[in-house]
């Protein structure tokens, strides 16, 4: 029997732990975590807590010893916004803005990367984290902003890199929304 030892149980190590079990399915795989539980059960996401109480707090454990103990990320404090993690303001966050906390990411490929080895690779992380774009479709709003957002971004790009629904690993069962953790990924280990 293989024996492995995964460090970490975040999305890349719970990635992996799915990865070999589906290889080897006798393999045993030991997870090691240093951060605390943050949420019980453990490995959920902190999105997917019962209440905003708790996802503050799981939030916060999550960080570690050395938290920030500031919870406003995205918030407008003394006429500016700041940017929630992971992203940049579209404009410069100051109040008198049309949209002071219009928020964006951006990804580039390499050219040396494989074009097909890429996309292989991202159909997968896509399945494995439950990826979709069509999770928060039942909401007007979002329609009516990609559409205003297309007519001045889409002219002179392919299809494929026009305005589109943010992909999220989300999933909605039972009218509650299920943010992918440790949990979802490796329901089936646990």
Do not use: C
Not at 60 to 86: L, W, Y
């Amino acid at each position: 029997m293989k024996k492995i030892v995964v460090v970490g149980s975040g999305p890349i190590g719970s990635a992996f732990a799915k990865k070999v079990h589906e290889l080897d399915a006798n393999a045993q795989i030991t997870m090691f975590e240093v951060g605390p539980a943050a949420t019980n059960p453990p490995g959920r996401h902190v999105r997917s807590v019962d209440s905003e109480a708790e996802m503050l707090e799981a939030q916060q454990a999550s960080q570690g010893p050395k938290a920030n103990s500031r919870q406003d990320a995205g918030k407008m404090h003394t006429g500016v916004v700041t940017a929630r993690p992971g992203t940049f303001l579209v404009e410069d966050g100051k109040a008198d803005s049309q949209m002071p906390a219009a928020a964006m990411s951006a990804n580039e490929i390499p050219e040396f990367i494989d074009q097909a080895e890429y996309q292989r690779d991202l159909d997968e992380a896509w399945k494995i984290l439950k990826v979709n774009q069509t999770a928060f479709e039942r909401y007007p709003l979002g329609k009516q902003l990609r559409h205003r957002l297309g007519a001045k971004y889409n002219a002179g790009r392919n299809e494929d890199r026009h305005v589109q629904p943010m992909p999220l690993a989300v999933e909605i069962k039972d009218n509650k929304v299920w943010w992918t953790g440790t949990d979802v990924i490796i329901a089936d280990l646990l």
